[in-house]
């Protein structure tokens, strides 16, 4: 099986801008709160499509049902493919919001899937922040009482915004992203989100928008605290510069920085891959695509050894399972 571009799901949502089309490249229409970009989903309804070659038009849950092995490899189990990868444009700030744990939502009836995710952020406005944890010494009963008297931002960790930061946001950590920012978000497949806070703002109706308070307390882990920017660990020099950013129970992030071509190699499951900087040839046998920013690439296990061979000097993102 080549690799595997699909379709995105776009997604139009109050807090949207136009950088999904004017900076990723992305087909958006004339609006000004396009959010959401799903580069790679198969999450109830909402499934992207193989854009091109012999699968085309076959939807990723098809793609699971009929081609498991082919695309997972030794991770061959999962009757649903496990990550939902997007893009999303932060032009407004986002509520207060929390996830579920895997046991949380089966035990919520909201699915078999938790969400644990990760940022990566392309872009940031100077005044740019987000919002991760809670401070030190926040419990239930003191958000609660900032909850009734609207001032939960009292409560929450922040830190400026930086491009290249990455984030990691397991299951259970309170957290917004704020105005200005520009992110690849990789996550369980899962849309469960509680939200929390809504900073008092009214939704298009003129009335609040539905909280889940009760919840998203429930859901809550009181004892993480603050969370900050995750410091890479590299893992190689030569021939080029690999750090991993992440490494959980649900997905590992790896950035490589390339001036040489590369090759992964074949270690029996998928990788997805999405330039980050400039632009970088994937082989794999017959097959051949030059990516850029905006652009995401699905390489199954069947694709065997995939090379990286970037134009200039580019910097990858690569994504795959534990």
């Keep these: 099986m080549q690799p ?7 997604k139009r949502i109050r807090w949207g801008g136009r950088r999904l089309g004017t900076v990723l490249g992305k087909p958006i229409g004339d609006a000004s709160d396009y959010a959401e970009s799903w580069e ?5 309804n909402d499934q992207t499509t193989v854009a091109e070659g012999p699968f085309e038009g076959w939807t990723l849950s098809r793609l699971v049902a009929a081609e498991g092995a082919a695309l997972f490899g030794r991770n061959r189990g999962p009757a649903h493919f496990p990550l939902l990868i997007k893009f999303l444009d932060c032009n407004d700030r986002l509520s207060v919001q929390v996830h579920p744990n895997d046991e949380q939502a089966r035990r919520m009836g909201r699915g078999s ?34 909850l009734d008297a609207g001032t939960v931002e009292e409560c929450l960790h922040s830190f400026p915004a930086r491009r290249g930061d990455c984030v990691f946001i397991p299951a259970g950590t309170v957290h917004a992203l704020g105005e200005g920012i520009l992110l690849v978000e990789t996550q369980q497949s899962s849309d469960v989100t509680f939200r929390l806070f809504d900073w008092g703002r009214l939704g298009p109706d003129g009335k609040p928008r539905p909280l889940h308070r009760d919840e998203a307390l429930a859901c809550i882990d009181f004892e993480r605290g603050p969370v900050n ?23 590992v992030l790896r950035r490589r920085t390339l001036s040489h071509p590369l090759s992964l190699g074949d270690n029996g499951t998928f ?16 097959y051949q695509k030059r ?15 995939v090379t990286l061979s970037p134009a200039g000097e580019a910097i990858v993102l690569e994504i795959s399972p534990p």
């Design 113 to 146: 899937n938790g969400k644990t995710e990760a940022w990566v952020i392309l872009e940031a406005k100077p005044d740019s922040r987000i919002y991760a944890g809670l401070k030190s010494g926040v419990d239930r009963r003191s958000l609660e009482r900032h």
């Design 291 to 305: 990516l850029r920013l905006g652009e995401t690439l699905l390489a199954p296990a069947a694709a065997g050894g």
């Design 271 to 286: 990788h997805v891959l999405m330039p980050l900087a400039g632009q970088v040839d994937v082989s794999a046998g017959d």
């Design 40 to 44: 790679i989903a198969d999450c109830g």
């Design 229 to 251: 920017p995750i410091a890479p660990r590299e893992v190689a020099k030569r021939p080029e510069r690999t750090e991993e950013l992440v490494s959980c129970n649900y997905f």
């Design 4 to 10: 595997l571009e699909f379709h995105p799901i776009l």
